[in-house]
């Protein structure tokens, strides 16, 4: 239902990518040193990975074995984004909870690598296997590390902020 909309409305996708990334900050920012509640978004965001990625389908896909072709994303590229859009969530989260950035993007590529893999290997979930998809997973996995920088940066600016008019205050 959500990929038909997405479909009929791709100049949408774009702002949905936005809005993830918003919702995202937002949360980051409210939760901030609280690594327990950005660890359970990480982990609501993988179940969603996990529902969008590996749930059967209901049909069986004949062969085994993978698409390979890359492709950089356009505007118009539904899928491509949405792919996106699907892993930067689990990558920001993990990474403002364990504070270790690259670990947490290795962990998203790596994580992409072994669905597709599953895809690939598993006709039976009737999923398709694609290189694009582990692509696009990447790069939502560096939006996700690179907006997590980007959180840091401003949880400590403002904790700066905070220390040094308190200290004028006294």
């Known amino acids: ?39 359970a978004l990480a982990g609501v965001s993988l179940v969603l990975v996990f529902a969008l990625t590996l749930v059967p389908t209901g049909r069986t ?16 590229a539904v899928e491509l984004l949405a792919n996106i859009a699907l892993f930067l969530p689990p990558v920001y ?7 270790r950035p690259l670990t947490m993007l290795a962990a998203g590529s790596g994580l992409s690598v072994v669905v597709e893999a ?8 009737g999923r398709a ?5 582990w692509l696009m997973n990447t790069i939502g996995a ?10 840091v940066w401003l949880v400590n600016r403002r904790a700066q902020s905070g220390s040094s008019t308190g200290a004028m205050s006294s």
Do not use: K, Y
């Not at 896909?61 to 118009?76: A, K, N, R, S, Y």
């Not at 296997?129 to 998809?133: G, L, P």
């Open 118 to 125: 599953l895809q690939a290997f598993v006709p039976a979930i």
């Open 61 to 76: 896909i004949d062969e085994v074995g993978c698409t390979v072709q890359f492709w950089l994303p356009t505007l118009g």
């Open 1 to 39: 239902m959500i990929t038909n909309f997405l479909l009929d409305h791709s100049a949408l996708v774009p702002v949905a990518i936005l809005l993830v990334a918003l919702v995202c900050a937002g949360l980051g920012l409210l939760f901030a040193g609280r690594r327990r509640i950005l660890w």
């Open 142 to 151: 560096v939006l996700g590390v690179l907006l997590a920088a980007g959180t």
């Open 93 to 99: 989260f993990a990474a403002l909870a364990s504070r």
């Open 129 to 133: 296997c694609d290189t694009n998809d």
